[in-house]
């Protein structure tokens, strides 16, 4: 007889409970079954608060607009670009990169003009790891520094400012998506005028949260997305926010080259 078996013969009560509920207190797996029963229900609740808790990152992402984007790779067609080749090869590449990050947190950079897919590609690999039990955010760049052009006088564009950077250190997956386009204005010699010093310094407080430099690690996977090339970037930005942020290898590096806007095709 097992220690749980004496337990319940010696409580009379609890004896009576488990006949109450069909359960054969002479069985020999008993005790085996009960934990087997404890530990699928303690699997369910893990399961349970790891998708609050990815829901909760989610909920904390700054859309274009405000409208959410929701994007799978099943969805990608090469077909509708003239380049289908080209298309196809984005595809794949952003496929393997995403099963890579499942294990190993990598930076990723999308170049190309605007409406080619590559917003579509970045939230493809952030749905794929959230499937992996990673948690996912999505930062519309110009939305976010929307928000400081009047945050000393507005608190609540404060708080939800606070709250952004406090959840993109540590969300498993960050987009960021549009980089740069929150500039854009040159000065007369056709050079880039810098971003805010303000957000640039908020924004590299995020990325060394992010790399490890003292050791040239990243800790947490980012997806750049930007209408900008790296001179563009370089102008824009100080030296150490794009040195954390954009992968000098060119497999984390995927290049929209001869793709067309595709947004009002359907």
Known sequence: MSDFQKVAFDTPKLASMFKEK?????????????????????????????SREKDRFWRFSLFSG??????????????????????????????RLAKKMVNQ??????????????????????????????????VSSSE?????DDHFENYQHQQKIFNTLNFMKKTDVLILDDFG???????????????????????????SKRYDSNNNRVLKSTIVTTNNNIKD???????????????GISEQQLMFTDMQDVRMKG
């Open 233 to 247: 970037l370089n102008q824009l930005y100080m030296p150490k926010i794009i040195s954390r942020l954009i992968p």
């Open 22 to 50: 069909g359960v054969d207190i002479d069985d020999p797996n008993l005790q085996a079954k009960v934990e087997a029963h404890r530990n699928s229900q303690h699997q369910e609740w893990v399961k349970e608060v790891n």
């Open 181 to 207: 386009t929150e500039g854009g204005q040159r000065d007369q010699h056709g050079n880039l005028k810098p971003i805010r010093r303000d957000f640039q310094k908020d924004l590299l407080s995020v990325c």
């Open 105 to 138: 947190p990598l930076n990723v950079a999308m170049f190309g003009d605007p409406g080619v897919g590559k917003t579509a590609l970045s939230l493809a690999i952030a749905n794929y790891l959230e499937d992996h039990g990673q948690r996912a955010m999505f």
């Open 144 to 148: 976010l520094t929307s928000l400081y």
């Open 66 to 95: 405000g409208h959410e984007s929701l994007f799978r790779f099943s969805q990608w067609k090469p077909a509708m670009q003239p380049n289908e080749r080209q298309a196809r090869h984005l595809g794949e590449q952003a496929w």
